[in-house]
T-cell receptor, first 113, second 110 residues
Framework: DGGITQSPKYLFRKEGQNVTLSCEQN?????MYWYRQDPGQGLRLIYY???????QKGDIAEGYSVSREKKESFPLTVTSAQKNPTAFYLC????????????FGDGTRLSIL | GQQLNQSPQSMFIQEGEDVSMNCTSS?????WLWYKQDPGEGPVLLIA?????ELTSNGRLTAQFGITRKDSFLNISASIPSDVGIYFC??????????FGAGTRLTVKP
């Protein structure tokens, strides 16, 4: 089955701890994205990557880091510098061609212990 | 970055009724997209619109790309209980520039 897999579904973070959210896609898409979703708000872009070994900051990159060592994988690390990390995190991918729609994974809900 | 103005925020309707929601922006977009999100899940693409004035249907769903390229609407006809969820509009200017509305929460009463 082709798609985008995010794991874990639920994650808890302790104070001062870094946590990493996984995102894997088998759609052969070039571009991948991370969004943050808070209640009553639209999705906000954290980071995106158009090709392997390259990524760019989105609107709310502070306190987050990413890597893109493989085309299929785009993990997101929520660092201790992110003071309000509780949110629903969504990973997306697209073919990379101009204006092609993004397709989303099922999300990871991160909470603070 | 600028988000889109989506309305209404929520709707409570009777099963069988038609639904209409819309998105507006002060900026123009090359593509308008409509997604549906169920609780605890990721958004699923419903309809993609690529040309100003384009009217596209997907079953009971119909969406239009506004002629000014600054707005779009989504209609759902003859609503059913499984239509419940949050509907998001998104405007796309380029591959990495996509803006989202805050969503319309739809409740359908049987």
């Amino acid at each position: 089955d082709g798609g985008i897999t995010q794991s874990p579904k639920y994650l808890f973070r302790k104070e001062g701890q870094n946590v990493t959210l996984s995102c894997e896609q088998n759609l052969n898409h070039d571009a991948m994205y991370w969004y943050r979703q808070d209640p009553g708000q639209g999705l906000r872009l954290i980071y995106y990557s158009q090709i392997v070994n390259d990524f760019q900051k989105g609107d709310i990159a502070e306190g987050y880091s990413v890597s893109r060592e493989k085309k299929e994988s785009f993990p997101l690390t929520v660092t201790s510098a992110q003071k309000n990390p509780t949110a629903f995190y969504l990973c997306a991918s697209s073919p990379g061609d101009r204006n092609q729609p993004q397709h989303f994974g099922d999300g990871t809900r991160l909470s603070i212990l | 970055g600028q988000q889109l103005n989506q309305s209404p925020q929520s709707m409570f309707i009777q099963e069988g009724e038609d639904v209409s929601m819309n998105c507006t922006s002060s900026s123009i977009f090359n593509t308008w997209l409509w997604y549906k999100q169920d609780p605890g899940e990721g958004p699923v693409l419903l309809i993609a619109l690529y040309k100003a004035g384009e009217l596209t249907s997907n079953g009971r769903l119909t969406a239009q790309f506004g002629i000014t390229r600054k707005d779009s609407f989504l209609n759902i006809s003859a609503s059913i209980p499984s239509d419940v969820g949050i509907y998001f509009c998104a405007g796309q200017l380029g591959n990495n520039d996509m803006r989202f509305g805050a969503g319309t929460r739809l409740t359908v009463k049987p």
